[in-house]
């Protein structure tokens, strides 16, 4: 890490929906960041605010205290990390790799075993609360790892979010993700489900959102994503084909630990419905068109 008080030099991998407005947020903290993206155009847009490119992998590592991804997917991490030109073999000793991607608990493991190699420490810290968090900053953070390499970088969450929590070792806050997107894909589909319903049976959907939003039944996802759903609107924040893979995880996650997730299985099999359909590219609030097209076709 910097020394005399500096703010450390970040590298930041991964400029999609989410990692561009993370990225943006600590730059305008006054951290110096070191940026790379597959696609050349967040990269230009946040340079231009005073960041610096590099590529490859390897290379941002080199320049850089603490080094972030925000992928994708598992395979997408260990190719950026394990590579020939990737992080690990970049990272310098005493630096600081934390993975923001959601991915399998096994992978966050993994790659985390490859960068302590190397004489650096490891994060896994996947977030929740999608675009509008990131954007501004009130994310979630669950991660895993050791206490002293937490300690050390939590300014730099708190850049990004608000409720952050240390949960365990290297692939806790993946178990702790999987758990995330477990209650909200369900949540997601139980408040399609209870719209469509009243709108169905012939009563007025809004109405019913809002007197739910009084009552025990209030939640997040009933308000921002419910609004959605009666908006039509379904411009991706966070992509249903991205909530699928999760759901993947999620249920192998249940079957390595012997639990029975049935709610689970239903979940995935709703993702996937849905993006069989071609909505894998919309917001994961379009599960809502698959019980709004029933319901339509039955009136």
């Known amino acids: 890490m910097s020394a005399n008080g500096a703010k450390p030099t970040i590298g930041f991998i991964g400029l999609g929906i989410m990692g561009r407005p ?8 006054g951290y110096p960041l070191v940026v790379f993206n597959r696609s050349r155009g967040p990269v230009d847009e946040l340079v231009k605010e005073g960041a610096k490119a590099a590529a490859p992998s390897q290379e941002v590592a080199q320049q850089s205290d603490v080094v972030i991804t925000m992928l994708p997917d598992s ?15 970049g990272i310098k000793k005493g630096a600081i790799y934390i993975d923001m991607s959601t991915i399998a608990p096994a992978s966050a493991r993994k790659v985390a075993e490859a960068v302590q190699q190397n004489g650096a420490k490891a994060l896994d810290a996947p977030v929740s609360g999608g675009e509008k968090g990131a954007i501004e900053a009130t994310l979630s953070i669950m991660v895993g790892g050791q206490q002293d390499a937490f300690d050390a970088v939590l300014p730099i969450f708190q850049t990004m979010g608000k409720n952050i929590v240390l949960v365990g070792p290297n692939g806790a806050g ?16 139980a408040v399609a489900e209870a719209l469509a319903l009243a709108e169905a049976a012939g009563v007025d959907p809004a109405k019913v959102r809002a007197v739910l939003l009084g009552g025990f039944a209030q939640s997040k996802i ?23 893979k999760d ?10 630990a012997g639990i029975d997730a049935p709610a689970a299985q239903l979940a995935l099999d709703r993702f996937t419905k849905l993006v069989d359909g ?5 917001d994961h609030s379009a599960l809502f068109t698959l019980v709004e097209t029933k319901a339509a076709a039955k009136r």
């Open 278 to 282: 071609g909505g894998g590219e919309k």
């Open 75 to 89: 395979p997408d991490v260990e190719s950026v990390v394990l590579g020939s030109h990737g992080v690990a073999a």
């Open 247 to 256: 759901m993947r995880i999620v249920t192998q996650t249940a079957r390595e």
């Open 174 to 189: 993946q178990i702790a993700k999987a758990a995330n997107q477990l209650v909200v894909g369900l949540t997601i589909e």
């Open 222 to 244: 009933l308000d921002l994503h419910g609004q959605r759903m009666l908006d039509h609107n379904f411009q991706p924040g966070f992509k249903a084909r991205l909530h699928q």
């Open 22 to 29: 993370m990225a943006r947020n600590l730059l305008r903290a």
